[in-house]
């Protein structure tokens, strides 16, 4: 009877990967029968645990889930194996229930987003849905990545095709058209992609690119949004494959499966520098360095970092294939801690706002979310979260730096309050960002520094909603001043029609001071 219930299972799972590559553009596919996965393997179930005692929530079983990406109202866009060269999203999460999940029958279902099922590279200039992808979706540890920004603008690694591709959101021009903008089917540039796997994106909206054939690259906002792009390269990583940033897109944090290594890049400075506890061991092949995978054996020490991800307070989580663990080092200490054990083969995952992990279980053909598993990212974000201002000298004020506040939850923020502490050298003379901003959406904060004494003076900008929610950016300047007075000459003098007068200065300068001193006379006329 057990030999006949699995060949059952397996006709249903065949059945739903041909509906799945057969539908029409708008349809839906079924992504398994209603499904209880506790039926489905009660030794994987009781197994698999998480260090903060929730049990995860299987979204979707029966799809072989490569590569996960969120959007800002926790919107799953994913790839398929089983429906190669396709990007989807999934519908009916709403119908989920929140516990009990062991016990819960799976109900969400997959949407066609983009791709036509055809291995190519035709398609830029037209619809999404009818273009042709080249996806890499062979390997447990290496995938073709994706990413979406908050105005639902989607990039797509299309790493057969070395390019980039871009997905116009809803709200753009061209709606849903699909456009090269990097790589080798994109206007020709300086800088090249080879092997373009994992993507993310920064709240400014760069672009962060892990090209397996050594090289993490950028695509600046202003030329992500455009088919002319201007690729720079950050840093130099060996192998790498998956990439992941803080919220405040100050840090990158890169895998290599090859190697096991796992990398921290300032994305301001460009250092570099080795994550503890994952060391590099360039002799290993990715094939020996990954052999183990999905055994669940915690004897075996060689990790294999399949994905990354990190959480809103910076914490780091990592996907290793080999023992079938999640594990977590802590932003502050660098400790790794397990964060969740017993999964088979997990791969890539994403964390949503409020601190639920979603992760592909690749051995098991489903999707799972962890619910709290890490710290949740602040409803507010502000960007640039650091600027030092130039030199002024009192009683003056510089021109002004833009600071963008970006609301990054799907419901809008009310009772908003701008301020700065200590209040005494910084301002804000303009600002559009009002009481309230709408869901995933930003505003901009222009500061000045307007030094009340000479010396390193800093404050922090404060933004706070009515949830008692904030954000925070570092100011900081110096303040200048000089000392200027008359050398034998009066104060008054009077100059015929035609005639000259002369005024004798001195200018002490402070220690900083080092500019120029415009002096202005006024004239009255007897």
Same mark, same amino acid.
């Given at each position: 009877?057990?030999?006949?219930?699995?060949?059952?299972?397996?006709?249903?799972?065949?059945?739903?990967?041909?509906?799945?590559?057969?539908?029409?553009?708008?349809?839906?596919?079924?992504?398994?029968?209603?499904?209880?996965?506790?039926?489905?393997?009660?030794?994987?179930?009781? /197994?698999?645990?998480?260090?903060?005692?929730?049990?995860?929530?299987?979204?979707?079983?029966?799809?072989?889930?490569?590569?996960?990406? %969120?959007?800002?109202?926790?919107?799953?866009? %994913?790839?398929?194996?089983?429906?190669?060269?396709?990007?989807?999203?999934?519908?009916?999460?709403?119908?989920? !229930?929140?516990?009990?999940?062991?016990?819960?029958?799976?109900?969400?279902?997959? @949407?066609?987003?983009?791709?036509?099922?055809?291995?190519?590279?035709?398609?830029?200039?037209?619809?999404?849905?009818?273009?042709?992808?080249?996806?890499?979706?062979?390997?447990?540890?290496?995938?073709?990545?994706?990413?979406?920004?908050?105005?639902?603008?989607?990039?797509?690694?299309?790493?057969?095709?070395?390019?980039?591709?871009?997905?116009?959101?809803?709200?753009?021009?061209?709606?849903?058209?699909?456009?090269?903008?990097?790589?080798?089917? @994109?206007?020709?540039?300086?800088?090249?992609?080879?092997?373009?796997?994992?993507?993310?994106?920064?709240?400014?909206?760069?672009?962060?690119?892990?090209?397996?054939?050594?090289?993490?690259?950028?695509?600046?906002?202003? &030329?992500?949004?455009?088919?002319?792009?201007?690729?720079?390269?950050? /840093?130099?990583?060996?192998? @790498?494959?998956?990439?992941?940033?803080?919220?405040?897109?100050?840090?990158?944090?890169?895998?290599?499966?090859?190697?096991?290594?796992?990398? *921290?890049? #300032? &994305?301001?400075?460009?250092?570099?520098?080795?994550?503890?506890?994952?060391?590099? +061991? !360039?002799?290993?092949?990715?094939?020996?360095?990954?052999?183990?995978?999905?055994?669940?054996?915690?004897?075996?020490?060689?990790?294999?970092?399949?994905?990354?991800?990190?959480?809103?307070?910076?914490?780091?989580?990592?996907?290793?294939?080999?023992?079938?663990?999640? %594990?977590?080092?802590?932003?502050?200490?660098?400790?790794?801690?397990?964060?969740?054990?017993?999964?088979?083969?997990?791969?890539?995952?994403?964390?949503?706002?409020?601190?639920?992990?979603?992760?592909? *279980?690749?051995?098991?053909?489903?999707?799972?979310?962890?619910?709290?598993?890490? +710290?949740?990212?602040?409803?507010?974000?502000?960007? !640039?979260?650091?600027?030092?201002?130039?030199? +002024?000298?009192?009683?003056?004020?510089?021109?002004?730096?833009?600071?963008?506040?970006?609301?990054?939850?799907?419901?809008?923020?009310?009772?908003?309050?701008?301020?700065?502490?200590?209040?005494? #050298?910084?301002?804000?003379?303009?600002?559009?960002?009002?009481?309230?901003?709408?869901? /995933?959406?930003?505003?901009?904060?222009?500061?000045?520094?307007?030094?009340?004494? &000479?010396?390193?003076?800093? @404050?922090?900008?404060?933004? &706070?909603?009515?949830?008692?929610?904030?954000?925070?950016?570092?100011?900081?300047?110096?303040? #200048?001043?000089?000392?200027?007075?008359?050398?034998?000459?009066?104060?008054?003098?009077?100059?015929?029609?035609?005639?000259?007068?002369?005024?004798?200065?001195?200018?002490?300068? #402070?220690?900083?001071?080092?500019?120029?001193?415009?002096?202005?006379? !006024?004239?009255?006329? +007897?």
């Amino acid at each position: 009877m057990r030999r006949l219930l699995i060949v059952c299972a397996t006709m249903v799972s065949m059945f739903s990967v041909l509906a799945i590559a057969q539908m029409s553009p708008t349809s839906e596919a079924a992504s398994g029968a209603r499904h209880d996965a506790r039926s489905q393997s009660e030794g994987q179930s009781s /197994a698999l645990s998480a260090a903060n005692g929730n049990e995860p929530l299987v979204l979707a079983s029966g799809v072989a889930v490569r590569a996960i990406a %969120l959007d800002s109202r926790a919107n799953v866009y %994913l790839t398929n194996a089983t429906a190669p060269d396709r990007i989807f999203t999934l519908t009916g999460l709403a119908d989920l !229930p929140a516990s009990d999940a062991w016990a819960s029958p799976v109900t969400a279902r997959l @949407a066609l987003v983009a791709g036509n099922g055809i291995a190519g590279s035709l398609g830029d200039g037209g619809s999404a849905l009818n273009s042709q992808f080249d996806l890499k979706l062979d390997s447990m540890v290496l995938r073709s990545g994706i990413a979406v920004a908050p105005d639902g603008t989607i990039f797509v690694a299309d790493t057969l095709n070395s390019t980039i591709r871009r997905i116009a959101g809803s709200d753009s021009s061209e709606p849903g058209i699909v456009r090269s903008v990097a790589g080798r089917w @994109a206007p020709r540039q300086e800088v090249t992609l080879s092997e373009p796997l994992g993507l993310a994106l920064d709240r400014a909206g760069n672009l962060y690119i892990a090209d397996h054939a050594g090289a993490i690259e950028v695509l600046p906002a202003a &030329t992500a949004s455009s088919s002319d792009a201007r690729l720079v390269v950050l /840093a130099h990583v060996i192998s @790498a494959s998956s990439i992941a940033l803080t919220v405040d897109g100050a840090k990158a944090f890169v895998g290599s499966s090859d190697t096991g290594a796992i990398f *921290e890049i #300032d &994305t301001q400075t460009r250092a570099i520098r080795a994550v503890a506890g994952f060391p590099a +061991q !360039p002799n290993a092949s990715q094939e020996s360095r990954c052999a183990q995978q999905g055994s669940g054996s915690l004897a075996n020490t060689t990790v294999c970092p399949a994905a990354l991800a990190v959480d809103g307070k910076g914490n780091l989580f990592v996907a290793d294939a080999n023992s079938g663990r999640i %594990l977590r080092a802590d932003a502050k200490s660098s400790q790794i801690t397990v964060a969740a054990s017993g999964l088979n083969l997990p791969g890539d995952m994403s964390f949503d706002v409020s601190g639920n992990l979603y992760v592909a *279980e690749q051995g098991a053909e489903r999707l799972l979310k962890f619910t709290n598993m890490g +710290q949740p990212a602040s409803n507010l974000t502000l960007t !640039p979260s650091s600027f030092d201002f130039p030199n +002024q000298p009192t009683g003056g004020a510089t021109a002004t730096q833009a600071f963008t506040l970006m609301n990054n939850t799907a419901a809008a923020v009310s009772g908003l309050t701008i301020s700065f502490i200590p209040n005494t #050298d910084f301002q804000a003379p303009s600002n559009n960002c009002g009481t309230s901003l709408a869901a /995933a959406s930003p505003c901009t904060i222009n500061v000045d520094f307007a030094p009340s004494a &000479t010396g390193a003076r800093t @404050a922090t900008l404060s933004v &706070t909603d009515s949830g008692g929610d904030s954000a925070t950016a570092n100011l900081s300047g110096t303040g #200048d001043d000089y000392e200027i007075a008359l050398n034998g000459s009066s104060m008054e003098q009077s100059a015929f029609q035609g005639g000259t007068v002369t005024f004798n200065f001195n200018v002490t300068p #402070d220690s900083v001071f080092g500019g120029t001193v415009t002096i202005v006379c !006024p004239a009255s006329s +007897q």
